[in-house]
């Protein structure tokens, strides 16, 4: 099993202090890292991975420092950073074979994790074209091949989904599940769907501090049981409903839809009680405060 424990991790960029004494321990498992624009989630990303120092805190991998674990602990990590660079020019299989040899693998083992890896993010046909004419999807998949070359033990990923269509969002999320075995697994996302069914545990970032983590079901249980409703009305009444409640979920049938809302009690008769979910916290923790005023 492994570890990647995180004490009073704080960092500022000027005089934004983008994460404030930032402290997780993460084990084998998949975890979401959700939080709005500007929350910290690729800082902190990027301290992890090393590619950027904090100000002060630590990070340590099964019980040393990174900083003395060095290149032993960078060959452990693959990375699937927000802000991508692809080489147009390459093909793809160029392109594996270069990022191999940056994580110091053979050239023989290279191939014949290529050979492996190709197939599972379906790029195995385009493995002679040029990253130049990749979809965004393509792109996606071609970056995830390149984190998961030498089988690392830490695997981050910063947005892996945004901008994808709902198909290869499910790809991409089939792919994360597969490959995350025996694995620490971090996913930052603003799309819920992409890990409320694969991670074991969330953490939500607030202006880089952790103001929820955990177990999701347990989250949404203690956080909003009792607390979520929904309704069926004709379709002209919802924007007044909206206006008194924050609507998580709009489902339309014909001239009838059926909202469900956040509130502390059971707003009306009519109303039922919902299953709360993990859109439905993310609703409470940064969409409430809006709502009230
Ligand atoms: N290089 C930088 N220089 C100055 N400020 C920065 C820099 N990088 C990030 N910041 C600021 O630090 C804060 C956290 O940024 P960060 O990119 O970590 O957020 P994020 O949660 O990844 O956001 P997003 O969801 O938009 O990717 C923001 O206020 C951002 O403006
Ligand atoms: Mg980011």
Known sequence: MNELRIEGLSKSYGKKQALKLFQYTFTDGVYGLLGPNGAGKSTLMNILTDNLSADSGSVSFNGTDIRTLAERYREKIGFVPQQQQLYPAMTLERFLYYM????????????????????????????????????????????????????????ILDEPTAGLDPKERVRI?????????????????????????????????????????????????????????????????????????????????????????????????EWKEAVPTLEDLYLYLYDREEKKE
């Open 100 to 155: 191999a040899a940056l994580k110091g693998l053979t050239k023989a083992e290279t191939k014949r994790q290529i050979d492996r890896i190709l197939p599972m993010v379906n790029l195995a046909d385009v493995r002679q074209k040029r990253l130049g004419g990749f979809s965004g999807g393509m792109r996606q998949r071609a970056l995830i091949a390149q984190a998961v070359l030498g089988d690392p033990a830490v695997l």
């Open 173 to 269: 999320r089939n792919l994360i599940s597969q490959v995350a075995f025996n694995k620490i697994v971090i996913i930052a996302t603003h799309i819920v769907t992409d890990i409320e069914m694969i991670a074991k545990e969330v953490v939500f970032l607030r202006e880089g501090e952790i103001c929820m983590s955990g177990n999701l079901q347990k989250l949404c249980t203690d956080a909003l049981q009792g607390n979520m409703f929904y309704v069926w009305v004709p379709y002209e009444n919802w924007e007044e409903i909206s206006q008194k409640y924050p609507v998580s979920q709009v489902t339309r049938e014909g001239d009838r839809v059926r909202l469900k809302v956040l509130s502390d009690r059971e707003p009306g008769e």
